[in-house]
C-alpha cells in the first residue's frame, strides 16, 4: 500500500523552505522599526539578555515589543487559527509550546520590571505607531 503524499514539495525542499523562515528582522519587524524611529523613538534590537529576546527594547521606558507572526505564535485572526492539514499534531503542539514560551517569557520580563507589548503581525496593517504606549 503506498501512501499518499500531501505535501507538493519533496522532504528536502520542504527543509530548505523551513530553514529560510526568518526569526529575525522580518518585514512586519522591519516596518514597525521604521515607523517608530520616524516618530523619534530609539531602541535595542533582540536584546540577548533579557527573556524571550525581545525585538525591540526601550531601556529608557523600561517597555518591550514583541512582534509576533499570526500563524507562528497562535494568534485568533483568521491566519493565526490556520492549522496545516499535514501533520496537524506536530503543529498544534508546536503553537502551543510558542504560546506557553511567550507567557513565560513575558511574566518573567514583567517580574524585572519591564511593560511587555505584543504586536501582531495582522494588527500592522491598520496599527497607528503613536499609539503604542511605549511611554509609561
Request: some cysteine; proline content about 6%; hydrophobic content about 35%.
Amino acid at each position: 500500500m503506498t501512501r499518499k503524499r500531501t505535501d507538493v514539495f519533496s522532504p528536502q525542499k520542504r527543509s530548505e523552505i523551513m530553514r529560510a523562515v526568518k526569526g529575525e528582522n522580518t518585514k512586519p519587524e522591519i516596518a514597525l522599526r521604521k515607523a517608530l524611529h520616524r516618530l523619534g523613538y530609539r531602541y535595542r534590537l533582540n536584546v540577548k539578555d533579557l527573556p524571550g529576546k525581545p525585538d525591540l527594547v526601550f531601556p529608557k521606558h523600561r517597555a518591550v515589543i514583541f512582534v509576533h507572526g499570526c500563524f507562528w505564535h497562535g494568534h485568533g485572526c483568521k491566519r493565526g487559527k490556520r492549522v496545516p492539514k499535514t501533520n496537524r499534531a506536530y503543529w498544534t503542539e508546536k503553537i502551543a509550546r510558542n504560546k506557553a514560551r511567550d507567557k513565560k517569557n513575558a511574566a518573567a520580563l514583567r517580574r524585572l520590571g519591564w511593560r511587555v507589548i505584543t504586536i501582531w503581525e495582522c494588527r500592522l496593517k491598520t496599527l497607528d505607531p503613536a499609539t503604542i504606549p511605549i511611554k509609561a
